[in-house]
């Protein structure tokens, strides 16, 4: 064979490889959800968009091994436009098909932030070749950083809300333990530390939620108090507890049947079906797809959820049986 006949067969072998790898990878299908425009409501058809759950559908998928490119351009172009001077967010309502105005402030600042600047790091390139791109996340990480509260080491909610929250620390804390400089480890690792100080109860031996005083006498529920307990197992943070897996057994056996109610009376908590996967607590996430799939596209049935619900799929699970036990 000629060397040039040998280069071709070459090439097109690693191209046929490379679109044989690609097309393996599974992509986030968000029809209902996400709009031409971009936008992506947070219920099936629904005239709401939080960037909140859309970004964190987006980053669930992304770190689930599927491929949310198309999507999650589309919405950052969305989006961008809409940040405001000082680098927040808001929430916005559908008014027309593909008209959607800025109607309510964000939940909560901090987390959406965070949540923001690790989406638009999951696309390095065009995050580096598009200077509005570029700009939008340099204005997001000052933005963030006036929310820094010295004296805890913690992220509070808003300008306005001046209180901490665990959950939504925990995520900026998954932003900055993915920036790769050895000072950024380091500031990621202070804020572990800030974060374990703050808000563990050794008391109790569980995580306060927040650092508002009242909350410490409300009696718990399942959002925000039993789901923040499993948490940091969702974003990989070292509990510093005892082992996250018999930790996790422990809070299944208590609170699996409390979690599959959500889908009855709240959203349908997908989120910890991924963990249940990532656990390899298999009967969990066929509880979860027998109990909660039947909402699908229904309005407990949030964007998050439909992503939780491809993720599990994909990896080959059914719903369990009408006999099985799921309490």
Known sequence: MKLHHFLQATILA?????????????????????????????????????PYFALQAL??????????????????DWLLPKQK??????????????????????????ALLALWMRLLQTMPTKLNQNQLWMKSYLTSQVSLERLYQPSRGIYMVS???????????????????????????????????????TFWNPV???????????QRSEKPAFYPDHAAQVFPLLVDFPRGAGDGKSFYRAWMS?????WLMQSKKDYSWGLI??????????SSVQCWLREAAGNRHLDRWAVTDETAYQIVIGRGLTPAAPSASCS
């Open 14 to 50: 690693l191209v046929v490889g490379y679109n044989s790898i690609a097309s393996a990878v599974p992509k986030l299908e968000l029809a209902g959800y996400a709009g031409a425009d971009g936008a992506i409501s947070v219920l099936h058809k629904g005239e709401s968009a939080d």
């Open 59 to 76: 980053l669930l998928a992304h770190d689930n091994g599927m491929d949310v490119s198309a999507v999650a351009e589309k919405f950052v």
């Open 85 to 110: 001077p000082d680098g927040t967010f808001d929430r916005f309502c559908r008014t027309a098909d593909t008209l959607w105005t800025a109607c309510k402030v964000a939940d909560a600042d901090d």
């Open 159 to 197: 300008p306005v809300y001046l209180h901490g929250l665990f959950m939504d620390n925990l995520e900026v804390w998954s932003f900055k333990s993915h920036l790769k400089q050895p000072g950024q480890q380091a500031e990621a690792a202070k804020l572990a530390k800030a974060i374990r100080q």
């Open 204 to 214: 109790d031996q569980r995580f306060l939620v927040s650092t508002q005083l009242e």
């Open 254 to 258: 208590a609170h699996r049947a409390e």
């Open 273 to 282: 079906a991924v963990l249940a996967l990532r656990q390899n607590d298999k």
